[in-house]
């Protein structure tokens, strides 16, 4: 038998539904159909039809459905949702508001997708134009989906999240103290933080899009990290954006490549900034049990912004330091420091940032924190070398105490939204979501993924 073919429609109509079902039948007996009737439901359950998906056709207008709680969404809710993937399979729109037809259209055609619209219009319409529309679309796009699922991606995905929780409540709480460092060591033992939710910036936004991008391809992707990059900057661009990602994000929206705008960066010598780092340690808990593999993908991950080899370097030192996190978590606390130094520093190529961690190396945990960071950094520059080193070194030293390694790494002041992004999502794929305060959990401001 044929493998599976399937046909994704939005659509709320009962009337329509039992034509659209009747026709498909039409196509063959490879192709299945699923319908969703509301927005929402389509957004959470869609993916898991990508990888057999031949079309998608969608509604614009839709009424809830009868003793339905909540607005059912709309079209267009749907069409902003998959314009964040990479294309998966031609689309249809079969609306009659035709304002929001182009609206999708628009969303569509603008993410590389491939997009066409028929008018419900007569009786039989679903027989006379839709049908050898999904015909002619089907016959001459295939699906372009394109996955590399681990047996186990199920686990490393949980990781993955507990280090982005880890990372976004730090950065959160940078943020929060950036401007009276030394408070929060005190705070955080007295447990005296303000309520939620603790506002997240551009640390986590950037994180957020890696980790869906593993979520859903279980690779790095650089066209579809760009495109996420930059659609979250668009919706919600004041985040404490650097100036020169802002830069970088907007041209990519406009259409130039993430390869040009990040070779182009610092006027042709792209960026050593901190951004590759502060975004990778749910990177590492993906893949941490092939520490080669965690290379490879952070650095492709800091390609698509930070092509300087500094940034490259503090992206794939704080990914080998996040797996290790990972790996060393049944160690004692003197062989977890001395391995995770080890790993990062043989894996991490040669660099202002490697030399700065061989120093962080033979820094020992009883040296004062001030100390620490007035030697290795504290991220004042928002480099790679000036933000990596410490991060690694408190992380090392407070790889089982998550709240003791955020304190440390905010106390000293310098970056502080990033130094505790960095260190709280490498000590997080470490203790998971157990070693995270339940209480800072319920404050962390809400995403999806
Ligand atoms: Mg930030």
């Known amino acids: 038998m044929a493998a599976v073919k399937t046909i994704l429609i939005l659509e709320d109509n009962e009337e329509r539904i039992t034509d659209f079902t009747r026709v498909v039948g039409e196509l063959g007996q490879e192709y299945e159909i699923k319908f969703w009737r509301d927005a929402h439901s389509m957004c959470r359950e869609c993916e898991a039809f990508f990888k057999t ?7 614009h207008d839709l009424n809830p459905a009868a003793g339905a709680a909540g607005d059912p969404g709309t079209g267009l809710d749907v069409a902003k949702f998959l314009a964040d993937f990479i294309p998966v399979c031609p689309v249809l729109l079969h609306s009659s508001n035709t304002d929001r037809v182009y609206s999708m259209s ?4 603008f993410a590389g997708w491939t997009v066409d619209r028929v008018g419900p219009l007569g009786a039989g319409w679903i027989s006379t134009s839709w049908l050898p529309k999904v015909r002619e679309l089907i016959a001459q796009h295939s699906n372009t989906w394109k996955t590399e699922l681990p047996a186990d991606h199920a686990s490393r995905v949980e990781r993955m999240i507990a280090s982005l929780d880890g990372l976004s409540i730090g950065d959160a709480l940078g943020e929060m103290f950036a401007y009276r460092p030394e408070r929060v060591s005190s705070l955080i033992q007295q447990n005296e933080l303000h309520s939620g939710p603790w506002f997240h910036t551009d640390d ?7 980790v869906a991008v593993l979520k859903s391809q279980g690779h790095i992707d650089q066209d579809a990290l760009s495109r996420r990059f930059s659609r979250r900057f668009e919706r919600d661009p004041e985040r404490g954006y650097g100036k020169m990602t802002r830069i970088q994000l907007r041209d990519n929206l406009a259409g130039v490549p993430w390869q040009v705008t990040s070779a182009n960066a610092f006027g042709g010598r792209g960026s050593m900034g901190n951004g590759g780092a502060m975004r990778v340690a749910p990177l590492g808990a993906y893949f941490a ?6 290379v490879k993908e952070a650095q492709a991950s800091s390609m698509v912004t930070h092509v300087h080899p500094e940034g490259i370097a503090g992206t794939v030192a704080t990914a ?12 004692s606390p003197a062989e977890r420091a001395k391995r995770l130094f080890e790993a990062v520093l043989q894996l991490t190529p040669e660099s202002e940032v490697r030399r700065k961690i061989l120093v962080a190396n033979q820094t020992p945990p ?5 100390a ?13 070398p000036d933000t990596v080193p410490f991060c690694v070194w408190i992380a090392a030293h407070y790889l089982d105490n998550y709240p003791d390694a955020l304190a440390a790494a905010i106390c000293v002041g310098g970056d502080c939204d990033t130094n505790a992004a960095i260190v709280g999502g490498i000590v997080a794929a470490g203790v998971g979501r157990d070693g995270i305060p339940q209480s800072w959990l319920e404050c962390k401001e809400p995403f999806l993924i």
Do not use: H, P, Y
């Open 106 to 109: 628009n969303e569509f055609r």
């Open 372 to 384: 620490v960071a007035k030697a290795l950094g504290r991220g004042d520059l928002v480099t790679a």
């Open 320 to 331: 080998v330091a996040a797996a290790m996190a990972w790996q060393l978590r049944e160690a």
């Open 289 to 294: 049990d092939d520490l080669n593999r965690v």
């Open 53 to 59: 998906a031949a079309l998608v056709s969608l509604d």
């Open 366 to 370: 009883e040296v004062d924190l001030e």
């Open 204 to 210: 986590t936004e950037m994180a957020i899009s890696i």
